[in-house]
């Protein structure tokens, strides 16, 4: 196996844990060759809490052969050097004399200085700046690099980007495959769904989890609500707070309130402006609440706000093929500003996917 | 081959000619089974003038037999019986005794009787209500059947549906692909391409098709200008004129002009309403100036107008990956009107096309 192929590989035995499997933490792989380019050892982050994938690449190694004086280590991320749920892998890789270590990419973490530790060890360390490993752990990178959570927005719209029509309907746009495809692989993938007040009380939406066989799955919501509207007692029926009783109502708003608060919702004061909330006011409130990962499901002001302040991280959108060509239907997109062409915010494609008629775009915001 | 088979065959037969070879005509395939279902002819409408895919398929049968008795011809539209530019294929049929004939869908325009003529003749037909067939006439069929030009809308925005920015600059939303593609692909295979007076300032376009290597093809282009701004002096100098010496530019106004006009240049009369042109007042005149078939290039205001009006056949949308995120920017489509989402216009998706990071999504009006 060459350098490259290794470095493929590493970044292929990563992808066999799944985000939830393992968030906050990042997706890692490494392999052990030998100087013949032979694999000894393999090995990846599983699960939040367990070892890390150069544990089980050198336990591999180690059943074969005690002297790994030869071998290199290929890891997907660089290797961590302080102990967190675990002991620092740089020291297992200094313990066993591993010869060469070539690392992906660097962790941003500013406690992980394994590569430093290595080479005052005297490890030969190659550091490539691989770009697979860097998008595969986008949502790890943004929360530690860009202290805040990932945002992905989703959007469902007709071609004309309408998302409701002129009386505020929008039951269905989008087919029943797009929204199952929503509940399976958006809604499940994320610690919660962000959305506004507003959209709570027009979908009268219970933001849960369905399978499409009846069984509902709960899921955390961040509600933007300013002005605590939804804890007014005319929508204590609202369906959001109902079969709610292993998850969490964040709410962000302005002041807290004064009055008492069921144990499941909880209360982070941001700052607003007159777009709305400005998102960097919350963002280590929400890291801190363990919200690594967030889906929007709101309406324009929302996610345009998000697109605006430079914190939306990727998006799916689902284009139902339909035209509304009525200029008072509620777009997806839009706010008050001026934005020339040449400060377009640019996107990188994805992936492309149909359901049925339904198109899928899959963009990761550059 | 069974009849389902066969009838499959003849379409594919049929695409093998391209609608510039044959417009106005339909796309026909023909094949002859014997009674074990051997092919003993085939053939294809090729070129307009040129004979129908019956009499090639016929001629290829009778070069192994006379003998066409117990024959039974598939065809993929209702054979002729009308003199045009070749004699009537029923009478072909009639002539050679072929003992059955399949028809995949009916001919729509009146003059053809072929299945009446052939019943009568004594030979079993059999009419399939093929949708293929259907679709793969589509223009064909809307011009004999609606009376009007087919029209295939052409867009190209960012994902919220922009088309230029606040300032109307749009060069360039869609990649160096997509545009080329649309040259290649869309503006070479119509017979004009239609825009507003307005467009044609601003994006002081030229309306030809360029291949990519320096080489200009001339095509025609219908130009909606209610008071004739684009014939006062001050626009003389705009490119749409120059290099234009093989094609026309129809212009659609509501009153003819008391001067003389270069030869190049057509008037069509049309009503207009608050909203703009009445297409259905010039439908029967585009159609008597060759004008079948006919792309868009232009702003929301005549894509809306066409769509609402139920003129819209087929679209193809660019999509580029990017955001204006802009209230104040140019979209793509929508009108003042308040139409439920019960009401909205559907479509049905064709086919999705990458072009490097640009989507491109080919759709049919229903």
């Known amino acids: 196996m060459t350098q490259k192929e290794a470095i493929e590989y590493t970044i292929n035995l990563a992808k066999k844990a799944t985000d939830n499997e393992i968030r906050p933490n990042p997706f890692v792989g490494a ?11 393999e090995g990846f982050h599983q699960k939040i809490g367990g070892p890390h994938a150069e544990v089980f690449a050198i336990e591999q190694a180690l059943q074969k052969t005690t002297d790994l004086s030869r071998a290199t280590l290929y890891v997907s991320l660089e290797p961590c050097s302080h102990y967190g749920k675990t002991p620092p892998c740089a020291d297992l890789i200094i313990q ?3 010869k060469k270590v ?37 949502r790890f990178f943004t929360n530690q690099i860009k202290k805040r959570p990932y945002f992905i927005l989703k959007f469902a719209s007709t071609i004309d980007g309408k998302i409701a029509d ?13 929204r199952q495809f929503a509940h399976d692989h ?33 899921t955390n919501v961040i509600v933007i609500d300013k002005e605590l509207v939804l804890l007014q007692e005319q929508f204590a029926t609202l369906p959001i707070f109902y079969a709610r009783t292993k998850s969490k109502i964040i709410f962000i708003t302005s002041a807290a309130p004064a009055f008492q608060l069921p144990e499941n919702i909880t209360i982070v004061i941001g700052e ?3 777009k709305g909330l400005v998102f960097s006011s919350v963002s280590s409130q929400l890291l801190e609440l363990g919200m690594y990962k967030i889906l929007t499901e709101a309406g324009s002001q929302l996610n345009s706000n998000l697109i605006d302040q430079c914190v939306a991280d990727e998006m799916y959108w689902f284009i139902a093929p339909s035209i ?5 239907a509620l777009s997806m997109l839009g706010i008050n500003t001026t934005r020339a062409l040449g ?24």
Chains 1, 2 share one sequence.
């Open 166 to 178: 002129y009386a505020k309907s929008s039951k269905w746009i989008s087919n029943a495959s797009s």
């Open 324 to 328: 509304l060509n009525d200029s008072s």
């Open 343 to 366: 400060n377009k915010v640019s996107l990188s494609l994805i992936e492309v996917k149909t359901l049925e008629e339904d198109v899928v775009l899959h963009y990761r915001f550059k």
């Open 186 to 218: 958006l809604r499940s993938n994320v610690d919660a769904i962000l959305t506004s007040y507003k959209t709570v009380i027009e979908d009268q939406s219970s933001l849960t989890i369905r399978n499409g066989h009846g069984e509902i799955k709960e």
């Open 31 to 41: 392999v052990i060759l030998d100087p013949e380019g032979q694999i000894m050892g």
């Open 272 to 274: 607003f402006n007159e």
């Open 102 to 138: 070539v690392i992906a990419s660097l962790d941003p973490n500013p406690k992980v200085a394994g590569v430093e530790i290595l080479k005052a060890n005297g490890i030969e360390v190659v550091i490539i700046n691989e770009l697979k490993s860097k998008f595969l752990n986008a």
């Open 96 to 98: 066993h004399k591993i």
